[in-house]
């Protein structure tokens, strides 16, 4: 069965330091992955995608994810995080013709100043 | 261009009230999707609609009934509420191609007491 983990449930991180999402996938067939963020009490916002090509995957506000095929995984990098950051972070799959999403539990960031 | 609404933002019911959400999307979107976020679980598809007078179940349909008689609105039934169904909802909506991102509404917030 299709299913994303996202291990970390809480990561908290100072303002400035590097920050790392990981991001878990099964799925049978070649992946279409995704980053979401939801600051509270808002909607999902895409960060990135990936479909094919470059494992390497730049986003909005800074964010970038590599796909390692070799290890499932699809995690969420940032050099140098800001306050504005702080929010929950989904990582999703695409399955069945790739509109259908299966989501992780998401991971809750925090910044410290 | 308001992308895709919901309405209502919150709403209280009591066990075995009806209610409907409304979604709309101005993007001539062809698909859309209803999910429910729970905590810990991230987002999981109740039903979605590939097209106009369409619909199909997602992961966790029962419930829940939807209905597409126009192509901007997808409409989520509950038909007899249960303190199970409190959650966020969220509806979404994309091209249907499959390299297209989901854009999603700003949530319902919806209590069965």
């Known amino acids: 069965a299709q299913s994303v983990t996202q291990p970390d449930i809480h990561i908290t991180v100072s303002e400035g330091a590097s920050l790392e999402l990981r991001c878990n996938y099964s799925y049978g067939a070649t992946p279409y992955l995704f980053w979401y963020v939801q600051s509270p009490g808002q909607g999902l916002q895409l960060l990135l995608k990936?479909?094919?090509?470059?494992?390497l995957v730049q986003g909005i506000k800074g964010f970038e994810a590599e796909f390692k095929r070799s290890q499932s995984s699809f995690n969420l990098r940032k050099p140098s995080v800001h306050w504005s950051d702080a929010a929950e972070y989904f990582c999703a799959v695409g399955v069945d013709g790739y509109n259908k999403l299966i989501f992780g539990a998401g991971t809750r960031l925090a910044v410290h100043p | 261009n308001a992308g895709v609404t919901q309405t209502p933002k919150f709403r209280v019911l009591k066990t075995g009230q009806s209610m409907t959400l409304l979604c709309a999307q101005d993007m001539n979107h062809e698909y859309m999707y209803w999910y429910r976020q729970d905590p810990g679980m991230g987002l999981r598809l109740i039903h979605y609609?590939?097209?106009?007078?369409?619909?199909a179940k997602g992961e966790v349909p029962d419930g829940y009934n939807v209905s597409r008689l126009k192509k901007q609105n997808f409409l989520l039934g509950l038909e007899s509420a249960a303190p199970s169904q409190t959650s966020v909802y969220f509806c979404a909506s994309d091209s249907g191609r499959g390299t297209d991102t989901q854009y999603f509404g700003p949530g319902t917030r919806l209590t069965v007491l």
């Open positions: 609609s590939v097209g106009e007078g369409t619909t």
């Open positions: 990936y479909f094919s090509g470059d494992t």
